[in-house]
């Protein structure tokens, strides 16, 4: 039964995606609109899988790759609801939508059994470090769907009113995300000191999240320090998202380390 809610709002994720990207092609808003609907349906759906999958763990959902994985889509969505409602960035859903929904289908194609947590994952800052990854991903995911619209919107009309307020979202995003990013960090450390005695200890995710953190910091630099705008940032933004991706994939499945424990820890970004 629980895998029909899930494999539920992977589809309607999906028919989301479609119809929203049809209307913004077409400008028809009436299509758009029912695609956010039919995405709340999916977001309602998803939300209730993993409460339910979380009250019969016995924990947070967040212990190997489906589940890091469905908590990232499920962040992305929460953000996404949060701009379109708060800032009626309607602009944004498309691309935001599709990476929602292309998130969640790596997620379907990992084992999906609930495994008990082995003791060094049993911490205070189990939810607390793997959770602020999981929001800092989908505010990097976010800022490179922004990216994707600035440019698009960029080559079409140069002189369209929005470019700036798309430009501002994308600084915004990734600065939100790096906040989180530092603070999983941070929090992974005094974790890390805990259940192995040692801050750092130069892990391929340690190394990886290390270089995320560097790519968006010099993205600020570039925004704040260098007053940069445009097309330019909003290349970066895009460009840096195949980074954050390997983090949380490649580096799983190419540079297994401390952080692997088998299907346990994978997708924890540290």
Known sequence: MLDYVFFGGLVLYFLAMVLTFFGMVFKKEKISAFGWLLFLAGFALSTVYLVIRGIRAGRLPLSNQFEFAAAFSWGIAVMLIFLHYRYQAEWIDAAAIAMTFLILSYAALQPREITELMPALRSAWFGFHIGSAAFSYAAFILAGAAGVRYILTAKKNPEDERLETMDYFIYRLIAVGLLLLTITILSGAIWAEEAWSAFWTWDPKEVW??????????????????????????????????????????????????????????????
Do not use: D, E
């Open 209 to 270: 999240a290390l270089i995320t953190w560097i790519l968006y910091s010099v993205y600020l630099h570039l925004r704040l320090g260098r007053k940069k705008t445009g097309t330019f940032m909003a290349w970066y933004a895009v460009i840096a998202v195949p980074v954050v991706l390997f983090t949380f994939i490649g580096v799983n499945t190419l540079m297994p380390g401390l952080h692997s424990y088998g299907a346990v820890l994978r997708g924890i970004l540290m």
